[in-house]
């Protein structure tokens, strides 16, 4: 079973930048798939930013490729994301999400969500024109 708390979240201006953490607890973190999704009012949950469970590809949404970078440091057993140049249009509430590599290739990202996945609680991000 793994935990996930994330932190960051916040008010930006439009241009501005926030860095989201994702710290996990429970589980071998190396091991998993993982990344971000986000879920504004009234809309479906959507697929941010992923890493394959291998390390070797990552992936974007194409609203936020050139913009958003996801990291992660697997001593401090912790994802990021960091967010630059933010638009209006990103305000949601994000979501981390680790997923065991079951029925993944090494090189798959988990673009939808699925009852494999562990998630954190979410964290608001409010980005104002």
């Known amino acids: 079973q793994v935990q996930l708390v994330e932190s960051g979240g916040g008010l930006a201006q439009a241009g501005g930048s926030l860095r989201l953490s994702c710290v996990a607890s429970g589980g071998t973190f190396s091991t998993y798939a993982m990344g971000w999704f986000r879920q504004a009012p009234g809309k479906e949950r959507e697929f941010v930013a992923g890493m394959s469970w291998s390390g070797t590809r990552m992936d974007y949404a194409d609203s936020v490729e050139g913009r958003f970078t996801f990291s992660r440091d697997d001593a401090k057993k912790t994802m990021y994301l960091q967010m630059d140049s933010l638009k209006p249009e990103d305000t949601a509430v994000y979501y981390c999400?680790?997923?065991?590599?079951?029925?993944?290739?090494?090189?798959?990202?988990?673009?939808?969500?699925?009852?494999?996945?562990?998630w954190g609680q979410g964290t608001e991000v409010t980005v104002s024109s």
């Open positions: 999400y680790c997923r065991s590599a079951s029925g993944l290739r090494p090189f798959d990202i988990a673009r939808r969500a699925d009852e494999d996945m562990y």
